[in-house]
């Protein structure tokens, strides 16, 4: 057989073998995590007969799936050097949870990204009076701007929505805000002889801690609140003294989850160990706001609002700090794509956390302390 000949036949055979593979190329379906179907099926009924002939694999998430829980966690308060405050006391809070992972069908390894944002707080509220008390808008003076005219500046007025003027004299020492961001490499596992499944994961995590320590003070030419200055007969002072600290804590983590599906409930169990830097940064400030009045008592004018504030003082410090997150939960199968669930949930940062301040204004807090939040959850969520 010729050159010419030899070559002719090897370029036949690769065209054809080439238009074969494109031919099987185009009939198989290639896994495209941003493929979107609309047709979600989120509302269509699901049996327990159905139920009961799905595998333990197939009962778990698949593609994309998304997750909201409504957490109602307790949370511990600051170690300061003030006597009498107990740490070991627990306050109410309310947050979110949210959580979007991405299953690669088949191959049981994904992604999932979670957020967890609370509040938890305590606060000592009094409202107290204004020593003009009333102002009647027919009284003040005019103020003529369009389209309508205010009878008095706003700061001048009743409180907005009452009848007459207060403050809100509100002290803190567990004002806490709470923000977690993870993004985890997950894998599924074969099911367990009991039909449980386990999905180990390793990633990363930041939280941010926020705590605020605030303190307010009023006084007044009033006999029961003396206060005295050398331009004014009547007049009221409010001072506020806070710290307020940032814990910017990163660092990995690793854990697992595992589930078994029965019928149509799903029990789960999710375990995190983390630990990192915490940066933290706190600053005090102190800031005044003096009212004058043109006399005492009810319809008294306001003739001039003073303002002030101290430079803030800052402090910085670093820390190392570990903890665990622990979550259980409870779902039933809704729909075919819908499960709603309850649970608890347990946050514990054992140590390295900053609340309270650095003792500036306020009285000091520890740099090195624990955090503990922990209470309930209820939730939904979609798979697709």
Same mark, same amino acid.
């Given at each position: 057989m010729s050159v010419r000949k030899l070559t002719a036949s090897l370029l036949t055979a690769l065209a054809v073998a080439g238009a074969a593979n494109l031919a099987k190329a185009q009939d198989s379906k290639l896994a495209d995590p941003f493929e979107f179907d609309p047709d979600f099926h989120w509302f269509e009924p699901v049996y327990d007969a159905d139920l009961q002939d799905v595998t333990a694999k197939k009962r778990a998430s698949s593609g994309w799936f998304a997750t909201y829980d409504r957490l109602h966690l307790y949370g511990t308060g600051p170690e300061t050097s003030e006597p009498g405050i107990d740490e070991n006391r627990i306050d109410s809070g309310w947050g979110h949870r949210y959580e979007l992972g991405y299953m690669l069908p088949g191959d049981d390894h994904g992604w999932l990204f979670n957020w967890t944002s609370t509040q938890v707080g305590a606060y000592h509220i009094f409202r107290q009076e204004r020593l003009n008390r009333f102002i009647d808008p027919e009284d003040g003076p005019e103020n003529t701007q369009p389209p309508f005219g205010d009878a008095l500046l706003p700061e001048e007025g009743n409180n907005y929505g009452y009848n007459y003027r207060f403050?809100?004299?509100v002290d803190t020492q567990n004002h806490l805000e709470f923000d977690s961001y993870e993004l985890n490499k997950t894998w599924r596992m074969d099911p367990l002889h009991y039909g449980g499944i386990i999905e180990p994961f390793v990633g990363l /995590?930041?939280? /941010?801690? +926020?705590?605020?320590?605030?303190?307010m003070d009023y006084q007044s030419t009033d006999e029961a609140l003396p206060l005295t200055g050398p331009n004014f007969e009547d007049a009221e002072l409010l001072t506020v003294t806070g710290a307020y600290t940032e814990n910017e804590c990163i660092g990995p983590q690793l854990g697992f989850r595992i589930f078994r599906a029965r019928e149509r409930y799903v029990f789960s169990t999710d375990f995190r160990v983390f630990c990192g830097a915490n940066f933290q940064q706190t600053f005090s400030q102190k800031a005044e706001e003096l009212t004058i009045y043109d006399g005492a008592g009810q319809g008294s004018a306001v003739e001039r609002i003073i303002r002030s504030s101290t430079e803030p003082v800052y402090s910085t410090n670093e820390e190392f700090y570990i903890g665990f997150d622990v979550r259980a939960e409870l779902g039933y199968q809704l729909t075919r794509m819908v499960q709603v669930r309850g649970g608890f949930q347990l946050i514990d940062v054992a140590q390295g956390v900053w609340r309270g301040g650095d003792g500036s204004m306020v009285d000091a807090g520890d740099d090195d302390q624990n955090l503990l939040m922990v209470g309930l959850t209820?939730?939904? +969520?979609v798979n697709h």
């Amino acid at each position: 057989m010729s050159v010419r000949k030899l070559t002719a036949s090897l370029l036949t055979a690769l065209a054809v073998a080439g238009a074969a593979n494109l031919a099987k190329a185009q009939d198989s379906k290639l896994a495209d995590p941003f493929e979107f179907d609309p047709d979600f099926h989120w509302f269509e009924p699901v049996y327990d007969a159905d139920l009961q002939d799905v595998t333990a694999k197939k009962r778990a998430s698949s593609g994309w799936f998304a997750t909201y829980d409504r957490l109602h966690l307790y949370g511990t308060g600051p170690e300061t050097s003030e006597p009498g405050i107990d740490e070991n006391r627990i306050d109410s809070g309310w947050g979110h949870r949210y959580e979007l992972g991405y299953m690669l069908p088949g191959d049981d390894h994904g992604w999932l990204f979670n957020w967890t944002s609370t509040q938890v707080g305590a606060y000592h509220i009094f409202r107290q009076e204004r020593l003009n008390r009333f102002i009647d808008p027919e009284d003040g003076p005019e103020n003529t701007q369009p389209p309508f005219g205010d009878a008095l500046l706003p700061e001048e007025g009743n409180n907005y929505g009452y009848n007459y003027r207060f403050y809100d004299i509100v002290d803190t020492q567990n004002h806490l805000e709470f923000d977690s961001y993870e993004l985890n490499k997950t894998w599924r596992m074969d099911p367990l002889h009991y039909g449980g499944i386990i999905e180990p994961f390793v990633g990363l /995590r930041w939280m /941010r801690i +926020s705590d605020v320590n605030s303190f307010m003070d009023y006084q007044s030419t009033d006999e029961a609140l003396p206060l005295t200055g050398p331009n004014f007969e009547d007049a009221e002072l409010l001072t506020v003294t806070g710290a307020y600290t940032e814990n910017e804590c990163i660092g990995p983590q690793l854990g697992f989850r595992i589930f078994r599906a029965r019928e149509r409930y799903v029990f789960s169990t999710d375990f995190r160990v983390f630990c990192g830097a915490n940066f933290q940064q706190t600053f005090s400030q102190k800031a005044e706001e003096l009212t004058i009045y043109d006399g005492a008592g009810q319809g008294s004018a306001v003739e001039r609002i003073i303002r002030s504030s101290t430079e803030p003082v800052y402090s910085t410090n670093e820390e190392f700090y570990i903890g665990f997150d622990v979550r259980a939960e409870l779902g039933y199968q809704l729909t075919r794509m819908v499960q709603v669930r309850g649970g608890f949930q347990l946050i514990d940062v054992a140590q390295g956390v900053w609340r309270g301040g650095d003792g500036s204004m306020v009285d000091a807090g520890d740099d090195d302390q624990n955090l503990l939040m922990v209470g309930l959850t209820a939730g939904i +969520s979609v798979n697709h």
